[in-house]
């Protein structure tokens, strides 16, 4: 098997189709996690994203899960939109961070559980 030293160490061999060794790729992975990261918090603190943000709360003034799931007969309280969710992740898409069509609005509750289940 052909292998070669570490890009970023230098000091330990990895196979060809490599790059980093174990160590270094966790290092360069959280690196490219951080900068994603900070430029998300710079776009939700940007004007261009509060005034939107707003824009989407005025257009749906009401939970659009919330909504959903009463229109499907459950019994639910329909909350008000209090927080944005990007339909496609900033993350993956951030071409789309600001594209009307790729947000709703959502309450605490339902965006808190629509992120911990990663979307």
């Known amino acids: 098997m052909i292998q070669h030293y570490c890009d970023s160490c230098q000091r330990i061999l990895v196979n060809y189709n490599e790059k980093f060794c174990t160590k270094c790729k966790t290092k360069v992975n959280k690196n490219k996690a951080n900068?994603?990261?900070?430029?998300?918090?710079t776009l939700i603190k940007s004007s261009k994203w509060r005034?939107?943000?707003?824009?989407?709360?005025?257009?749906?003034?009401?939970?659009?899960?919330?909504?959903?799931?009463?229109?499907?007969?459950?019994?639910?309280?329909?909350?008000?939109?209090?927080?944005?969710?990007?339909?496609?992740?900033?993350?993956?898409?951030?071409?789309?961070?600001?594209?009307?069509k790729n947000l709703i609005g959502l309450c605490k509750k339902c965006h808190k559980v629509l992120t911990d289940k990663g979307f």
């Open 51 to 100: 005034k939107l943000s707003e824009q989407v709360r005025c257009e749906q003034p009401m939970c659009s899960i919330c909504l959903k799931k009463k229109k499907l007969g459950q019994q639910i309280e329909v909350r008000p939109s209090e927080e944005v969710h990007h339909i496609l992740k900033v993350r993956d898409y951030p071409d789309s961070a600001l594209d009307r």
């Open 35 to 41: 900068k994603i990261d900070k430029e998300y918090i």
